[in-house]
């Protein structure tokens, strides 16, 4: 299995909504990364994650919260989101974070805020 | 700064045609180069990941060039086809204490038309 799983591919959520995205690998990376994109815009990194642990956190807002609950599955949880947090979600995962071995990407998830 | 331009911006070429799209970097301390593909609305895919070393690197249809002294890459598609139409990412690995933080490009948008 040489995949990163992401799911839903698309949601749809209101304002005061509460939802959450997965995300979820079975190559025993250790590294797990989660990342932003709005439209013709390259990737922004929001949340990395290296042996369950955060270890990096992008001054993302608060209503994002992510948790990285075994070393395969990563989520991001979601709470009173703004339409201009309507974008594509991508995970990814690479064997470590110092070499980034094997880095790969997601399809992402397409949200949509009403 | 840390930075990766890429040119075009976007371009349009005929099915069966050859075409190269450029990436310039200032980034510090350089690890590695990756060129992604990515459809709209999906994930990159890795087509390349060059190091300091490598001059060319190839992956079918696809071949990446690395100038190091200048800090430029290239990415040559050969023979272009209708499913060769996407964002082409250059990212461009540093290295600090912690671990490999990657650079994103703007992406070119290649169009192919039959």
């Known amino acids: 299995d040489t995949e990163v799983t992401q799911t839903p591919k698309h949601l749809v959520m209101g304002m005061t909504n509460k939802k959450s995205l997965k995300c979820e690998q079975h190559?025993?990376?250790?590294?797990m990364y989660w990342y932003k994109q709005k439209a013709k815009k390259p990737p922004e990194l929001m949340f990395v994650?290296?042996?369950?642990?955060?270890?990096i956190n992008e001054s993302v807002p608060s209503r994002f919260s992510p948790e990285c609950p075994n070393s395969s599955l990563l989520n991001l949880h979601l709470h009173a989101l703004q339409p201009e947090d309507s974008a594509l979600y991508l995970c990814?995962?690479?064997?470590?974070?110092?070499?980034?071995?094997?880095?790969?990407f997601g399809s992402g998830t397409r949200l949509t805020v009403v | 700064k840390n930075q990766v331009e890429q040119s075009p911006q976007s371009l349009i070429i005929l099915e069966g045609k050859n075409c190269t799209l450029q990436?310039?970097?200032?980034?510090?301390?350089?690890?590695?180069l990756r060129w992604y593909k990515q459809d709209t609305g999906r994930g990159p895919v890795s087509l390349t990941i060059?190091?300091?070393?490598?001059n060319t690197k190839s992956n079918g249809r696809y071949t990446a060039t690395l100038d190091a002294d200048t800090k430029q890459s290239s990415l040559h598609i050969t023979a272009s086809q209708l499913s060769d139409s996407a964002s082409y990412i250059c990212?461009?690995?540093?290295?600090?204490?912690?671990?490999?933080?990657?650079?994103f490009g703007p992406g070119t948008r290649l169009s192919v038309l039959p």
């Open positions: 990814a995962s690479s064997q470590d974070r110092e070499t980034a071995y094997g880095y790969t």
């Open positions: 060059m190091t300091f070393s490598e």
């Open positions: 990212v461009v690995s540093a290295r600090d204490n912690y671990g490999q933080n990657f650079v």
């Open positions: 994650y290296s042996y369950e642990k955060l270890s």
């Open positions: 190559m025993g990376h250790r590294a």
């Open positions: 990436c310039n970097y200032t980034v510090s301390p350089f690890s590695n």
